[in-house]
């Protein structure tokens, strides 16, 4: 069975840090991409940052970045210079694409990230 | 920008009520898909479908049917509905894969509350 795990239900940082969201996941599948998920109180999902787990060199995307570790399977999400508008549930994700080629995009349980000024 | 549109935002229904929720996508999508969102599980694929008249059954099917009858639109059905499915639920679509775009768009959400 696939999965993805968030071990972080809540985490909090100061406006202009750095943050790292942990997340690990399970799957026997060669071909899947990874992604971070932000959700903020209008509860409209936003792509963050996206990898394909062929490459090697981790995705960056502005201020935020990853540490992709494809052994270990792990799939962390760093937000440099933490922002108000950061404030979101984030949510991993990973997809792949089974017999029917639909690509199922599972997720983990959320992070919910508070940003203080 | 893609849009995929789901039809309320909040709606209130009765246990026993049969309830559609609808979804439309704007981009030619192949691939649509109903999650439903409670806190601390993350968001668990209920159905998709890869096709017009096509479907399958995500984790937890149970309660629930769907209907794929244009490629656009993608209907979440509850046939009797029960306080157990007091959720948020989340449409999505996909292109099919290799079209450089692996990725989901999401509607804003319908928060269902069942009293």
């Known amino acids: 069975a696939q999965t993805v795990t968030q071990s972080q239900p809540e985490m909090s940082v100061q406006e202009a840090e750095t943050v790292t969201l942990s997340c690990t996941y399970d799957t026997s599948e060669n071909n899947y991409y990874l992604f971070w998920y932000k959700q903020p109180p209008s509860r409209q999902m936003i792509l963050v940052i996206r990898?394909?787990?062929?490459?090697?060199q981790n995705a960056t995307e502005n201020r935020f970045s990853v540490n992709f570790q494809k052994a270990a399977k792990s799939f962390s999400l760093k937000i440099s210079d933490s922002q108000l508008g950061d404030t979101a549930m984030y949510f991993c994700a990973f997809i792949y694409y089974g017999s029917s080629n639909t690509g199922k995009l599972i997720f983990g349980q959320g992070t919910t990230l508070q940003v203080k000024p | 920008d893609v849009k995929v549109t789901q039809s309320s935002r909040y709606l209130v229904k009765r246990t026993g009520e049969k309830v559609f929720l609808e979804c439309v996508q704007d981009m030619d999508h192949e691939n649509m898909f109903w999650y439903r969102q409670d806190p601390g599980l993350g968001l668990r694929l209920i159905y998709f479908?890869?096709?017009?008249?096509?479907?399958e059954k995500g984790d937890i099917p149970e309660g629930y049917s769907v209907s794929r009858e244009k490629k656009e639109r993608f209907s979440l059905i509850l046939e009797s509905a029960s306080t157990n499915q007091t959720s948020m639920y989340l449409c999505?679509?996909?292109?099919?894969?290799?079209?450089?775009?692996?990725?989901?768009?999401f509607g804003s959400g319908t928060q269902l509350s069942v009293l």
């Open positions: 999505a679509s996909s292109p099919f894969p290799g079209q450089g775009d692996e990725k989901l768009f």
């Open positions: 990898q394909e787990a062929y490459k090697q």
């Open positions: 479908s890869y096709d017009v008249k096509m479907k």
